[in-house]
């Protein structure tokens, strides 16, 4: 069974830093395509960066409001993915939630209907 737990959501100040990580489990693959998203209250869940794990995290897709300030990245021998977060912004305040998909298609999916397994999140609360 797919698991995916996420860790290191915190509370910041605007302009910090903070590193998201996600340890999967519960799949032999040796690459996935994997995701963050992010859901603020009464907003709905929207992608923050996916990508295939065996892909450099420069080919990965980003949404538009996270470009050139978050990053993704991958450790395909411990399966874990990770979100390194700089210049936070209070509009980036949301539950960050790692999804992946098992199926191998021609591009990595890039909304949430494209992935099957979730994590619980984790919360990222950035104060100005």
């Known amino acids: 069974q797919v698991q995916l737990v996420e860790s290191g959501g915190d509370s910041v100040q605007a302009g910090g830093s903070l590193t998201l990580s996600c340890a999967a489990s519960g799949y032999t693959y040796s690459y996935v395509c994997m995701g963050w998203f992010r859901q603020a209250p009464g907003k709905e869940r929207e992608p923050v960066a996916t990508?295939?794990?065996?892909?450099?995290?420069?080919?990965?897709y980003y949404a538009d409001s996270v470009q050139g300030r978050f990053s993704i990245s991958y450790d395909n021998v411990k399966n874990m993915l990770y979100l390194q977060m700089n210049s936070l912004k209070p509009e980036d305040s949301a539950m960050y939630y790692c999804a992946a998909d098992l199926l191998i298609k021609p591009r990595c999916g890039t909304t949430a209907a494209d992935f099957t397994y979730w994590g619980q999140g984790t919360q990222v609360t950035v104060s100005s």
């Open positions: 990508g295939y794990t065996n892909t450099d995290a420069s080919s990965a």
